[in-house]
């Protein structure tokens, strides 16, 4: 046996893949991702990921449903060091930005077009990101009764509204459009104000 080569115990080859994946998708995009350059830069046969991903778009909508869970313990980690509902609101906002920018080809995987539009996105994936979203609503009503946001506002279309609106921050940032670093502080302030004085 080349010592050398990677060895995997039953478990965490799936993880693995789903690493060298990210690194392969941060350097040369989706449309350099095959399943074969996957199994050569994890030093496996080029059959083993197809145990654990049927093709390339299983692959991909387990990258963003991993997307999704990493960013909910991001923010409940961000959540439990706020100490008051007001400084939550803050951390929310802090945390969905900084979560896009620290992770974007997580990001790009969660709501972009190369899974939900151009491929079949999986019923996990679905599922949990269905999921996250409800928890936002949840917050949002919550948000609402603490009188941190309007209450004469329907719910579900005030947190679609407030989510696209860091959405667009985020895909902007992330494509360089503008929102440079230093500017972050700031924008988050806008945001916050903006929310708070949603119609």
């Not at 279309?157 to 902007?172: D, E, N």
Request: charged share 20%.
């Amino acid at each position: 046996m080349n010592p050398t080569k990677p060895t995997y115990h039953h478990g965490d080859l799936r993880g693995a893949l789903l690493d060298a994946a990210t690194a392969l998708i941060r350097e040369a995009g989706v449309d350099g991702l095959s399943m074969r350059k996957l199994a050569d830069r994890v030093g496996v046969s080029r059959t083993a990921p197809y145990h654990h991903f049927v093709d390339k778009q299983a692959l991909l909508s387990a990258l963003a449903e991993a997307g999704f869970r990493r960013y909910e313990a991001a923010l409940q980690q961000a959540l439990a060091s706020a100490p008051t509902a007001d400084a939550q609101l803050r951390a929310f906002i802090r945390c969905y930005l900084t979560f896009a920018l620290a992770h974007p080809e997580s990001y790009d995987l969660m709501f972009g077009h190369s899974v939900w539009k151009a491929g079949v996105p999986s019923e996990s994936l679905r599922g949990e990101a269905h999921r996250v979203f409800k928890r936002y609503v949840e917050r949002v009503r919550l948000w609402q009764q603490q009188q941190l946001l309007p209450a004469g506002v329907e719910t579900l279309r005030l947190a679609q509204v407030t989510w696209s609106t860091l959405h667009g921050l985020a895909r902007l940032s992330i494509d360089g459009i503008y929102l440079q670093p230093n500017h972050l502080d700031e924008l988050l302030d806008v945001a916050e104000r903006l929310f708070r004085q949603a119609l």
